[in-house]
């Protein structure tokens, strides 16, 4: 059985060091301090270009500042606690998720 799949896993996995390096990424090291920000908006521009065709280099550079507006934006917040689990969105998540495991296992002492 894992035969099969392994080669499709290897030339996947050769395949990656032909794939760009992400666009958000690159952003989010600048804004933490890890590299220069306008060498990172340079790469992530080309990076932009490579994964969306050259079609999309009028705009990347749009998509690049506001993908940095955002970053900073997230930067901003305060720190995430564990009670928020059980607030707003999240707790609808959870009553769903917590449902479905619920729903399950009824269904497989049923069977």
Partial sequence: MY???SPIAIIMGLGM?????????????AIQG??????SKDIAIRSLCQLR???SGDSAHRQ???ILAELSYLGEEKEVTFGEI????????L????????FQQVLQSLI
């Fill in 95 to 102: 009553w769903i998720g917590a449902g479905l495991v619920l």
């Fill in 53 to 55: 065709g050259q079609a």
């Fill in 17 to 29: 060091w032909w794939l760009p390096v992400s666009p958000r990424w690159l952003l989010l090291r």
């Fill in 64 to 66: 690049v500042d506001e």
């Fill in 34 to 39: 890890k590299g220069d920000v306008q060498n």
């Fill in 86 to 93: 059980f607030q707003g969105k999240c707790l609808k998540a």
């Fill in 3 to 5: 035969g099969v799949s």
